[in-house]
């Protein structure tokens, strides 16, 4: 079984901001598994555990819809957090630029995995960079406090014109995430 998932991969420009608001965050002394810089993307779809014959299927589907979209530019904007930043649970960088086209592109992705099997999220898509995950209470006001203080990063926009179908391996040093399928957009 392969654990798979869909993103949009960042561009090697964007680690060092990447790097700066972990760096802004970490001051904060909360209790968070920081997510490495090479890592971060912007998820698409979780698979899960997967079969070879579904990494095929998927990737097809995946090519069929990204031939007929059209590169879209993002921007990379303020930091927050899931449920709240009063509550982190995951701290994030927003995306902005460019959503509307985004979230259609996304739609014709969602009803196509339905039909292979994958059922639709239940909460509406939210694209964002995740940065780190917090593991305890511990530096909780502090980390909200850097959250909210932290000016929007100075990053350029950037051109999405590929998704990637990432294999994920789990080991006790995290996860390693390795391509295995780059499908560029419109054609």
Not at 172 to 186: A, E, F, R, W
């Amino acid at each position: 079984m392969i654990r798979a998932f869909l993103a949009i991969d960042l561009p090697a420009s964007l680690r060092p901001v990447l790097s700066w608001a972990q760096e802004e965050l970490k001051k904060s002394g909360a209790d968070v598994k920081w997510v490495p810089v090479g890592n971060i993307h912007i998820t698409l779809k979780f698979f899960g555990n997967i079969t070879e014959v579904q990494v095929e299927d998927l990737s097809e589907a995946v090519t069929a819809l990204a031939a007929a979209q059209e590169p879209f530019t993002l921007t990379v904007t303020d930091a927050g957090a899931f449920p709240s930043p009063k509550n982190p649970r995951v701290v994030w960088l927003g995306v902005g630029g460019d959503l509307e086209i985004m979230r259609e592109f996304y739609q014709r992705l969602e009803i196509a995995f339905a039909a292979l099997g994958f059922p639709p999220e239940d909460r509406p898509f939210s694209p964002h960079l995740t940065l780190g995950r917090v593991k305890s209470p511990a530096g909780r006001a502090a980390l909200t406090q850097c959250l909210v203080n932290l000016p929007p990063p100075a990053a350029a926009p950037f051109q999405v014109n590929e998704v990637v179908l990432f294999r994920s391996k789990l080991s006790p040093q995290g996860s390693t995430y390795l391509p295995l399928k780059v499908i560029p957009l419109g054609g």
